[in-house]
C-alpha cells in the first residue's frame, strides 16, 4: 500500500491464549491495588522515576497525534509551599466558604476531604499537567488541537499507571479554579492546568477510604 506520509511496519507480540489472560488478569490485579492517597512520606524519590512516568504518559493517543499535554515538574521546597498555600485558598472557598453544593459535599462525605492539603508540602514531587488548548507554530499562529480533554485524560491515566508500577503513590488533586497553577509554572496562555499530581511513597501511616469499586457486571455491557 502506497502512503504519501511516511509509515513504518508494526509488530505486536502475541501470546497463547493461557498467556494472555494471564498477562491480564496479573495487570489487572496489580491496579486493583492502587489507590489514591493523601498521606505522602517526603522520602526522595528519583527525578528519574517521574522523568519515565511522563514519558509513558507520552505513549497516549491523541487527536491528530497533536500530544496537546506539557507535565511541569516541582521539586522546589518553596514552590511546593506557595502551590499547597494557593491550592488551601481555593479549597476554604469551596470547603468553608460555601462554594460546594450539598450533592458535592455528599458526594465527597466519605472520602472525608477537607481544605488541608498539606500533603503538597510533603510529597517530593509535584507534577501538573497542562493541557494545550492550541498550539503555537513557529511563525506565532495558531494550530487547532483536537480532542484535547480525551488526549490528556488518557496521557494522565497511563501517568498514574506508571507511578504505580514504579511502587509510587500519587493523587488526581483538581482545586477549583486552578489558575493559580499557570502563574506559579509560568506557563502561557494556551495551557490550561488540567490535574496537579503529588507524587512519592505513601507515609508508613497512610489510610485510604474503605471503598469498593463497581463490579464488571455494572460496567460491561454485552450487545446483540
Known amino acids: 500500500m502506497e502512503h ?3 509509515f513504518v511496519p ?3 507480540s502475541r501470546y497463547p491464549e493461557a498467556d494472555m ?3 491480564g488478569r496479573e495487570f489487572f490485579e496489580s491496579l486493583d491495588r492502587r489507590r489514591s492517597v493523601r498521606f505522602f512520606s517526603d522520602d526522595p524519590v528519583p527525578r528519574e522515576c517521574v522523568e519515565l512516568a511522563v514519558m509513558a ?4 493517543p491523541s487527536g491528530a497525534h497533536q500530544q496537546p499535554w506539557r507535565f511541569a515538574v516541582i521539586g522546589d521546597p518553596a514552590t511546593r509551599r506557595r502551590i499547597r498555600e494557593a491550592a488551601e485558598a481555593e479549597e476554604r472557598q469551596n470547603y468553608e466558604g460555601g462554594r460546594l453544593t450539598p450533592e458535592w459535599r455528599e458526594a465527597l462525605a466519605p472520602l472525608e476531604t477537607t481544605s488541608d492539603k ?5 510529597a517530593p514531587w509535584l507534577v501538573v499537567c497542562f493541557a494545550e488548548k492550541y498550539g503555537v507554530l513557529p511563525d506565532g499562529s495558531r494550530r487547532k ?3 484535547v480533554n480525551e488526549s490528556v485524560g488518557i496521557a494522565c491515566g497511563l501517568f498514574i499507571t506508571a507511578l504505580h508500577t514504579m511502587g509510587l503513590s500519587t493523587l488526581t488533586h483538581t482545586p477549583n479554579p486552578m489558575a493559580f497553577l499557570s502563574e506559579i509554572c509560568e506557563r502561557p496562555g494556551n495551557e490550561r492546568p488540567y490535574i496537579l499530581f503529588p507524587v512519592g511513597y505513601a507515609a508508613d501511616h497512610a489510610e485510604v477510604p474503605d471503598l469498593t469499586r463497581k463490579p464488571l457486571s455494572d460496567v460491561l ?3 446483540p
Open 10 to 12: 508494526y509488530v505486536q
Open 4 to 6: 504519501t506520509y511516511p
Open 21 to 23: 489472560i494471564a498477562r
Open 118 to 122: 498539606s500533603y503538597l508540602e510533603v
Open 221 to 223: 455491557i454485552s450487545v
Open 57 to 60: 504518559a507520552g505513549t497516549a
Open 145 to 147: 488541537n483536537y480532542y
